[in-house]
């Protein structure tokens, strides 16, 4: 399969619990993107990497958030201290320098704190 | 303000019959790209179709179709010949000159094909 994979799948959490989550984009792709999805809600997004680099952080994007992507390949989101408003599914995509630019969504992590 | 509105929380189309799901949009560039993603209970985002703002013909996927109408800021999608597996989450996004080329969604319309 050469699509986004992301891991894991499922997360159940107590809060105050750190978790994190992997995402391995299409790998030609050098454009990285974290959305968060709550119920009921449209895809929001949390951060952007170009290759290594992370060009961009939403507000959403607290503190507690960090995302990597080291050498540019994989990427990792972890959540530090985890609260019950931290629940949803994140969802990562990929895309590269098409006309349409269209990105690729791995099927996302769904995180529940308790 | 919203830069995406789906007015339609929930659409019920029968089966083989075509159906509209309404998409507005709020931008002040003149260069931007229309997207619309399904989402199945499975959760992954599917890439449908895309329209770009100068192109002057309607984008059109096999049974999906966009209705663009620039001046009223709207990029409908028409879905032709629905199919049980048609029923899904819709999203329409859009992606503006100089983001990144990240893109901003809806809230979605909740499709529902009846046999």
């Known amino acids: 399969d050469t699509g986004v994979s992301q891991d894991p799948r499922h997360k159940i959490t107590k809060r105050g619990q750190n978790v994190t989550f992997r995402c391995d984009p299409i790998?030609?792709?050098?454009?990285l993107y974290w959305y968060r999805q709550t119920l009921g809600q449209g895809p929001e997004f949390l951060t952007y990497?170009?290759?290594?680099?992370?060009?961009?952080k939403s507000r959403l994007l607290s503190d507690r958030f960090s995302a990597e992507r080291p050498k540019g390949s994989f990427s990792t989101l972890e959540i530090q201290r985890t609260e019950q408003g931290d629940s949803a599914m994140y969802l990562c995509?990929?895309?590269?320098?098409?006309?349409?630019?269209?990105?690729?969504f791995g099927e996302g992590s769904r995180l529940t704190v308790l | 303000a919203q830069k995406i509105t789906q007015t339609q929380p929930g659409m019920f189309v029968q089966e083989k019959e075509a159906v509209t799901l309404d998409c507005t949009y709020d931008?002040?560039?003149?260069?931007?790209?229309l997207f619309w993603y399904k989402q199945p209970s499975s959760g992954e985002m599917i890439f449908l179709i895309y329209q770009g703002s100068y192109d002057e013909q309607n984008a059109t996927e096999g049974r999906y179709s966009l209705n663009f109408q620039k001046a009223r800021k709207s990029a409908n999608l028409v879905i032709s010949a629905s199919q049980l597996g048609d029923s899904a989450m819709y999203f329409c996004a859009m992606r503006e000159i100089g983001s990144n080329y990240k893109l901003t969604f809806g809230k979605g319309t909740l499709l529902t094909v009846n046999p």
């Open positions: 931008t002040s560039d003149q260069s931007y790209g």
């Open positions: 995509a990929s895309s590269f320098g098409t006309n349409t630019g269209e990105l690729f």
């Open positions: 790998s030609e792709h050098n454009r």
């Open positions: 990497f170009q290759n290594e680099a992370q060009l961009e």
